[in-house]
Every structure is written in C-alpha cells, then in structure tokens.
C-alpha cells in the first residue's frame, strides 16, 4: 500500500485514477454505446435503421440496453412513427448462452398493438408483428456477437406451458412453437424501397408526412422552400433498388414516374437518379433532385 501511495504522488495520480488501476467502477456509472436499431420505416412493410448512442448502465448488459431502446421507441418519429411492441411491454431478462440470447419479455407483449382493436385487418397486424420480431433479432444480432435469438413471455403465474414465444403471437389458433429467430435481412428496407414509400406520400398528398422526408441540399439560389402546391398529380412511378455511397450517407435509385399536370395533361420522366440521403435516421429524398424532376416537368 505504501508503494502504491508513493507511486501515486510521484504520478500526480487522484483518487479516480487509483479506482480504475484497481479495476473499480463507481456504483450508477453509465458508458455511451453507439448502436444500430431497427424500427418500421414510415407504414411500410420494412425495417429502416436509427443509428445513435443508447446510455448502457454499468449493472446492465449491452444487449438488455438495446432490447429497451426498442421497447422505448425510436427518436425520429417522422421516419419510423409507428411502434412495433404493444404499450407496457417490459424486459424480464437478458441471457446470453454461447450465440444465442433468451430475451424474456413481460406478458404485454402479446397485447393488440394501437389500432388493431379499432379494426385494423389481421394482415397489417401480423406483419407489424413479424416486423417487431424482425427489428429484435436484427438489432441484437447486428454486433455478429449472436446467431439466434428466442423469446419468452412471462405469462401468468401458475400457467404450466412453455414460455417460449408462440404462434399466438401472430394471431394464429395454435400453441405451435416457431424455432428460434435468426437475422432477417429481407426486412430490411432498400434505398429503392424508401424512395417508393416516400413517394407514396406524394401520391396520397399526405404532404406534412412527405415533406418530412425531404432533406434541403443544394436546392440553388432560384429555389427556396419547396412547395406541395407546385408539385403535379402523382399516377406511377418505378424505382430500381439503388446503390449505396461507400460511407453509407447516400444513395442513387433510378426512378421512372408519370404525373398528370394541373392542365390534365400526362408527363413521364424516366430514367431519372433520384438521390436519397442518410443521416443516422433512414432515408430521405434530397430536396433537389425533386426541384430537377420538376424543372424536366416545365
């Protein structure tokens, strides 16, 4: 101890410093984590990513942290506004074993989720289901640390039935077990599956949602704001599947559309490259290149 002292005041070392040399951590002590999650992208049928820095408790573990972050929701609503777990849904435990992680989940799991007691069809609720199991096993699974993932439910006490996670889940009559979940990288959304689910917007003329996934760049000084009202009928459109920049932030997807003018008239453009950009909160449709679509319209 009197070496250790010593060696303390020769370095200038405090008091911080000698926990850390004694392999101690403050009790409460947090670290950042940066991290990918997966949530529904817009009232699409994929899984857009959030990339942001998730708070890791020293007495929790990394994963259990990523499971609440989903359970909390995403930050960007505009971007993933629908939540994929039923309200109250909490974490029971967190257990790794080898490359499999048993994620046990609090009974609510298996409540409707908001809307389908107001008459939402079965086919949207099973896939915003399948989606919610698609967005945990891909975001638990995207350190390559984990192969698989099982879930369980905690039910009622005194229930005597596997916990694991059944085909109830989907909406389905059967206590059926599925195995497993592995990585679903079929959900997960394109650049060309974003741009079409943002163009979708358009055509519906639900412009507050559409306008929120247009990101200004480089709009020129003759451009300001864009305006919904200079913006021609949508009919149809077709997008390729894109290609991703090499430092992920952009993307080109070649893009054929038809409007109808305010005059009645048809216009097609084609082969367009429509440039969608990436900040950390899914894709977005850069400002101008719908300023250039429209420009080719006059």
């Known amino acids: 101890m009197t070496i250790l002292l010593a060696l303390c005041a020769l370095t200038g070392t405090g008091a911080g410093a000698q926990a850390q040399m004694l392999g101690y951590?403050?009790?409460?002590?947090?670290?950042?984590?940066?991290?990918?999650?997966?949530?529904r992208y817009l009232d699409s049928a994929w899984l857009g990513q959030e990339q942001r820095s998730i708070q890791v408790r020293q007495t929790e573990s990394l994963e259990r942290a990523l499971v609440q972050a989903l359970l909390d929701g995403p930050q960007d609503k505009a971007a993933f506004p629908q939540p994929l777990f039923a309200e109250g849904t909490s974490i029971i435990n967190v257990l790794a074993e080898r490359d499999r992680l048993f994620v046990?989940?609090?009974?609510?799991?298996?409540?409707?989720?908001?809307?389908?007691?107001?008459?939402?069809?079965?086919?949207?609720?099973?896939?915003?289901?399948?989606?919610?199991?698609?967005?945990?096993?891909?975001?638990l699974s995207e350190s390559g640390d984990?192969?698989?993932?099982?879930?369980?439910?905690?039910?009622?006490?005194g229930v005597t039935k596997s916990m694991r996670l059944s085909q109830r889940y989907y909406l389905e009559d059967s206590d059926d077990l599925p195995p497993p979940l592995t990585r679903r990288e079929q959900a997960i959304i394109t650049p060309g599956h974003a741009a079409s689910a943002i163009l979708e917007?358009?055509?519906?003329?639900?412009?507050?949602?559409?306008?929120?996934?247009?990101?200004?760049?480089?709009?020129?000084p003759r451009h300001g704001p864009l305006k919904t009202a200079t913006l021609p009928l949508l009919i149809e459109w077709e997008v390729s599947t894109g290609?991703?920049?090499?430092?992920?932030?952009?993307?080109?997807?070649?893009?054929?559309?038809?409007?109808?003018?305010?005059?009645?008239?048809?216009?097609?453009?084609?082969?367009?490259?429509?440039?969608?950009?990436?900040?950390?909160?899914?894709?977005?449709?850069?400002?101008?290149?719908?300023?250039?679509?429209?420009?080719?319209?006059?």
Not at 146 to 157: A, C, I, K, M, T
């Open 146 to 157: 984990f192969r698989s993932v099982q879930v369980l439910v905690l039910d009622e006490p």
């Open 25 to 39: 951590s403050e009790p409460g002590r947090t670290a950042q984590v940066e991290a990918v999650l997966y949530f």
């Open 104 to 139: 046990t989940l609090s009974r609510e799991v298996m409540d409707p989720l908001p809307g389908e007691n107001a008459g939402a069809g079965k086919q949207e609720a099973v896939m915003r289901r399948t989606l919610a199991m698609a967005a945990l096993v891909n975001t």
């Open 243 to 298: 290609s991703i920049s090499p430092d992920g932030r952009s993307a080109v997807v070649v893009l054929d559309l038809g409007v109808q003018t305010t005059s009645g008239r048809r216009q097609d453009v084609t082969c367009f490259p429509l440039i969608l950009l990436n900040e950390g909160h899914g894709w977005r449709i850069r400002q101008q290149s719908l300023v250039q679509i429209l420009d080719l319209l006059e």
């Open 201 to 220: 917007h358009w055509k519906s003329q639900a412009w507050s949602r559409f306008l929120e996934m247009v990101t200004p760049g480089g709009a020129g």
